[in-house]
């Protein structure tokens, strides 16, 4: 066991070759399986090397079912009851469904089999189970234990050490600098979280996960065992939220109470792991501007992309970690869709109202929505469903969808200038097209707003009208929010807080944004959105279903060490604040990946490319069946991989 790691009174790391020595069983062949087992894992990625040991909510049951002493045994607990007979089918399932699935569990668990809760006879081991115990398994140890009725006990690898009953939390480590934080539940309050690791700027900090053969999800509890991080503008109870900022950090105390949506998700099963990082203040922040927190590294293609938007280490690290099942982030004007283009995973931004926001913490509340990422688009019902809950928006997916929907493919933004990003989308599209029988309808907003002239013949150009439209209240609204912050911070420090340049030029431009200009711009943004819904995605219709193809900017590499852009406003007519602006559900799906030389590593790199498809608000569930049809008709695989390749 390595003595860098750290551990404490209440957590004992242990690694490969200390669970191969505590089995009792040195054979050369076990010790070389724990050896390649290591090997893989440092070949693969840099990543765990020890176990965190947590003390099982299920009292002391080892003790109880005769285990004794203070060396270290593991255990492979399999749950029984007193009139089961265990056939060797049911020892191949558990085997191959929970066990080989589950990244916790090592084969060295396999030789302590404890058959937990029925009766210690033999017949209730059917004589065919044995030689799957014997021949799969390795067991040089079965037993059976009369289980205690007042205790649920999961099924699962475990350990009994010091006299005590633990569960081994595998340890990962954040090798893309996503994570400001890890946690773990507390030993003395299980519903409370305290912090594993809190690594702020650097890399490799340490993240502990259970094993999954400890959870089960079902109808009450949808999401049990779902490991998910938080985004760091997003409420922990009893921790900080930092937004990135270390003024922020050293002004506000620890949260009280847990933001709605982390809340809403524990309470269905799920394990909050820790917080990731993001753009300081959930402004505009590149890589070479992160002044206080390194930015964290986008795992596709050569490393060393901007990971992009505020909700960057969200996705970053659901490209990276496949021991991680979702995150949330937020986005405000793009900052949750970008960094799953850039990330290639899938993200919705849900319809604005539709979710309970308390908790999440931002500047525009008419803008700012809570999202989430995953790395499987046919998991996303059952997380929508769980976080909405029984909201009256919500339209559910029509039993026969086909020939309900209408595909609007906007000439304002496709083709885009980059014809590789453009025959993803198109093949993209051109599946959904088979999957629901209907053809795209090709339209143009300009030449519709133009005919409609929504605000009078003066204002045809959509362009010049909406040049303004929403990032004026945006900048002037976040401006003025945000002075509480400033003036606090100077009343207690006597001196202002730091923010990074981008946002001091932000605030500028909010702060010269006349009250007038900031109204009027917001009804040039209202009025656009009830044209938007009444005209092009005929959101009223119970028959039709409108929804809208877009891209994510132009796909081209972006080096995270590459000259900053210039700073400038996000025009409301830009593809980026359609869904912000009207209020709608946008799903992001990744659709390929476009091959390019990197100046990096001097070979051919594949870039992530996405595509977005936006529907009338309500229709949040409608989209994400709709983008799984379209990529199993087009044949692109509805789930992502971690790691240099999406696919």
């Known amino acids: 066991m390595s003595s860098s790691r750290r551990?404490?009174?209440?957590?004992?790391?242990?690694?490969?070759?200390?669970?191969?020595?505590?089995?009792?069983?040195?054979?050369?062949?076990?010790?070389?399986?724990?050896?390649?087992?290591?090997?893989?894992?440092?070949?693969?990625?840099?990543?765990?090397?020890?176990?965190?040991?947590?003390?099982?909510?299920?009292?002391?049951?080892?003790?109880?079912?005769?285990?004794?002493?203070?060396?270290?045994?593991?255990?492979?607990?399999?749950?029984?009851?007193?009139?089961?007979?265990?056939?060797?089918?049911?020892?191949?399932?558990?085997?191959?469904?929970?066990?080989?699935?589950?990244?916790?569990?090592?084969?060295?668990?396999?030789?302590?089999?404890?058959?937990?809760?029925?009766?210690?006879?033999?017949?209730?081991?059917?004589?065919?189970?044995?030689?799957?115990?014997?021949?799969?398994?390795?067991?040089?140890?079965?037993?059976?234990?009369?289980?205690?009725?007042?205790?649920?006990?999961?099924?699962?690898?475990?350990?009994?050490?010091?006299?005590?009953?633990?569960?081994?939390?595998?340890?990962?480590?954040?090798?893309?600098?996503?994570?400001?934080?890890?946690?773990?539940?507390?030993?003395?309050?299980?519903?409370?979280?305290?912090?594993?690791?809190?690594?702020?700027?650097?890399?490799?900090?340490?993240?502990?996960?259970?094993?999954?053969c400890y959870y089960k999800p079902s109808a009450s509890r949808p999401l049990h065992g779902a490991r998910i991080a938080v985004k760091d503008n997003i409420d922990i109870a009893g921790h900080k939220t930092s937004l990135c900022n270390r003024a922020w950090m050293d002004l506000y105390p620890p949260k009280t109470k847990h933001a709605a949506c982390v809340q809403t998700v524990i309470d269905a099963g799920a394990i909050i792991i820790g917080k990731v990082k993001l753009q300081a203040m959930i402004m505009r922040e590149e890589p070479l501007e992160c002044v206080e927190f390194t930015a964290p590294f986008k795992p596709r293609a050569d490393g060393y992309q901007v990971p992009s938007g505020s909700s960057h280490a969200s996705a970053a690290s659901i490209g990276a970690y496949d021991w991680l099942d979702f995150t949330f982030g937020s986005d405000t004007n793009g900052s949750g869709r970008k960094p799953a283009s850039y990330n290639g995973c899938f993200s919705i931004r849900p319809s604005t109202g539709i979710t309970d926001n308390d908790g999440v913490v931002g500047y525009f509340p008419q803008f700012d929505m809570p999202v989430f990422f995953g790395r499987s688009i046919s998991r996303f019902p059952d997380f929508i469903s769980t976080w909405y809950g029984k909201s009256p928006m919500l339209r559910p997916v029509p039993q026969d969808i086909k020939g309900t929907v209408r595909i609007l493919y906007p000439s304002d933004y496709l083709p885009t200038p980059n014809p590789a990003q453009t025959e993803l989308i198109d093949k993209f599209v051109s599946g959904l097209e088979r999957a629901v029988s209907v053809k795209r309808t090709e339209i143009s907003l300009a030449?519709?707003?133009k005919r409609d002239a929504p605000d009078g013949p003066e204002h045809a150009d959509i362009a010049v009208y909406l040049e303004t439209a929403g990032i004026y209240p945006f900048y002037h609204d976040q401006y003025h929010n945000t002075m509480g912050f400033i003036e606090k911070y100077k009343e207690k420090f006597g001196k202002p807080p730091f923010v990074h340049r981008a946002l001091h030029w932000q605030w500028g431009v909010g702060k010269a944004i006349y009250r007038q200009e900031r109204d009027e711009c917001w009804r040039r943004s209202e009025l656009y959105r009830h044209w938007l819904l009444e005209k092009v995605f005929n959101a009223d219709s119970s028959e039709t279903v409108t929804v809208m193809a877009l891209p994510i900017e132009t796909g081209q590499p972006n080096y995270r060490d590459a000259d900053l852009p210039p700073y400038s406003l996000l025009s409301g007519y830009a593809a980026l604040n359609m869904s912000p602006m009207s209020r709608a559900p946008e799903v992001t799906a990744p659709v390929g990946a476009i091959p390019y030389l990197s100046v990096v590593t001097e070979r051919e790199e594949p870039l992530p490319v996405a595509v977005s498809l936006i529907g009338a608000p309500g229709t949040d569930l409608i989209l994400v069946d709709l983008v799984e049809r379209a990529l199993k008709a087009s044949g692109i695989p509805t789930e992502v991989k971690t790691g240099r390749f999406i696919h």
Not at 64 to 70: K, M, N, Q, R, T
Not at 138 to 151: M, S
Not at 202 to 209: E, H, I, K, Q, S
């Open 7 to 212: 551990s404490d009174s209440l957590e004992r790391e242990l690694d490969y070759e200390d669970i191969v020595e505590r089995t009792g069983k040195d054979s050369q062949g076990k010790r070389k399986e724990a050896k390649d087992m290591k090997d893989q894992d440092e070949k693969d990625k840099k990543q765990d090397d020890s176990y965190s040991m947590m003390e099982a909510a299920a009292k002391n049951f080892l003790k109880d079912a005769g285990y004794y002493g203070e060396e270290v045994t593991l255990v492979l607990v399999y749950t029984d009851n007193a009139d089961q007979v265990i056939k060797a089918e049911d020892l191949v399932d558990f085997r191959i469904n929970l066990l080989e699935k589950d990244d916790v569990f090592q084969p060295p668990f396999y030789s302590n089999v404890l058959f937990y809760g029925g009766q210690k006879l033999d017949s209730s081991l059917a004589p065919c189970a044995y030689e799957e115990l014997a021949k799969k398994w390795n067991a040089t140890k079965a037993v059976f234990r009369k289980g205690d009725p007042t205790l649920t006990v999961p099924p699962g690898p475990y350990v009994f050490m010091r006299g005590k009953t633990w569960q081994p939390w595998r340890t990962y480590y954040d090798t893309h600098a996503c994570f400001m934080s890890s946690f773990k539940p507390s030993p003395h309050d299980p519903g409370k979280l305290v912090v594993v690791d809190s690594p702020i700027a650097g890399l490799d900090g340490r993240v502990v996960a259970p094993s999954r």
């Open 447 to 449: 030449e519709q707003w």
